[in-house]
């Protein structure tokens, strides 16, 4: 025995008509917009806006919660098992903020001086290596 089809056949309407009325005023209409213009940004505008606003505000780029938890993995690590007051987390936070922005930046400098847009592995290593700061001695240099 064969098997059939049980289910309802599709049906497929026809469009309604619109009038010729409304076809000008839809087209009058796209002729406005295309006059004036649609509301595109230019390439980097949007990056640019959003590192304004970023400059703007004071709030770190680092989550709060998930540095404190560094800070106390590598407390631990030398088995230092301190308590650490928010203002003193809020401390350290920024000024690891502002040690890895003046690096970026320095970097940013060396990457465009070898006519490139693109931060490398190359150029971080060329930072530590010119710049040697106090820190750098215990990051492996790759």
Request: hydrophobic share 35%.
């Amino acid at each position: 025995m064969s098997r059939t089809r049980s289910g309802q056949s599709k049906i497929t309407k026809m469009p309604r008509k619109t009038s010729t009325k409304k076809a000008v005023i839809k087209r009058s209409v796209r002729t406005c917009k295309q006059v004036e213009g649609q509301n595109r940004l230019r390439p980097g505008q949007a990056v640019k806006r959003e590192i304004r606003q970023m400059q703007r505000t004071c709030t770190s780029c680092i989550p709060r919660a998930s540095f404190a938890k560094v800070i106390k993995e590598v407390s631990s690590q030398f088995s230092l098992n301190y308590r650490y007051q928010t203002s003193a987390i809020d401390v350290l936070q920024e000024a690891c903020e502002n040690i890895v922005v003046q690096m970026l930046s320095d970097t940013q400098l060396i990457a465009e001086h070898s006519k490139r847009l693109t931060i490398y592995a190359k150029d971080v290593q060329l930072y530590l290596r010119i710049v040697k700061p106090q820190w750098a001695q215990y990051v492996p240099i790759i």
